[in-house]
């Protein structure tokens, strides 16, 4: 039992899949010394809720609509540099284990885990640590010998870009205009303003009609 002196986790669980969704919620809500102060249904409901409630932990999936987890937690990290977040996924593909840990996740476990290791993952991570599964330490550590964090960095379009300026370019391939995408990122239209102007001199474009070739030459922006 969680004691008087110690305050419970708070843990936001973000997953597209309703079902998962609530038993994770309901399953971590039962847990020792973890309260479920929130969900969110992909990554850019996400960060509304972590904005309004404030977590310690989030527990997120990877694959989503509208904002992937990779993304969110690169730009969640980013704006709450004290946030910890922990990937719970099905996926295990090498590159994109190493893509989540670059964005700054603190840990990566499979939806296969068991309550206990996922229990025990959430107050690892809240301490401050790593938490990773048996399974995936040693895909980890395989990948880097590999080089597999170049790979990586390669494989996804414009790299020199950050997370949060893909997100923007994505939004620009789809026509939106910069205030559509302030709304769509939870950020300030000057913020976007500054990232567009970014992305113009990383991809030494002078124009938006320029970035918007650029970016749907390489796939972003189609339905």
Do not use: W
């Not at 309901?26 to 972590?50: C, I, K, N, W």
């Not at 709450?80 to 990937?87: E, I």
């Not at 769509?184 to 002078?206: C, D």
Request: proline share 3%; net charge negative; glycine share 10%.
């Amino acid at each position: 039992m969680t004691t008087v002196d110690e305050t419970p986790i708070r843990v936001v669980v973000v997953d597209d899949h309703e079902i998962f969704r609530d038993g994770l919620t309901a399953l971590l809500g039962a847990l020792d010394g973890v309260e479920v102060v929130g969900t969110a249904r992909d990554g850019r409901d996400a960060v509304h809720v972590v904005g309004e409630v404030s977590p310690d932990v989030v527990v997120m999936d990877i694959q989503m609509p509208r904002l992937d987890g990779i993304e969110a937690t690169e730009f969640l990290v980013g704006r709450h540099p004290a946030l910890r977040v922990l990937m719970l996924t099905m996926n295990d593909d090498d590159e994109v284990i190493l893509s989540a840990i670059r964005a700054g996740a603190c840990g990566y476990l499979l939806k296969e885990s068991g309550a206990r290791e996922v229990h025990a993952a959430i107050r690892a991570a809240a301490a401050g640590g790593m938490v990773f599964g048996a399974s995936m330490e040693a895909k980890i550590v395989a990948a880097l010998l590999a080089g597999g964090t170049r790979a990586a960095v390669t494989e996804e379009p414009f790299p020199e870009l950050t997370g949060r300026e893909r997100s923007v370019l994505r939004l620009l391939a789809q026509g939106r205009s910069n205030d559509d995408i302030a709304r769509e990122l939870f950020v300030s239209a000057k913020t976007v303003r500054n990232a567009v102007s970014t992305i113009y001199a990383k991809l030494g474009v002078s124009n938006r009609a320029e970035a918007v070739i650029r970016a749907r030459d390489a796939g972003y922006g189609r339905a």
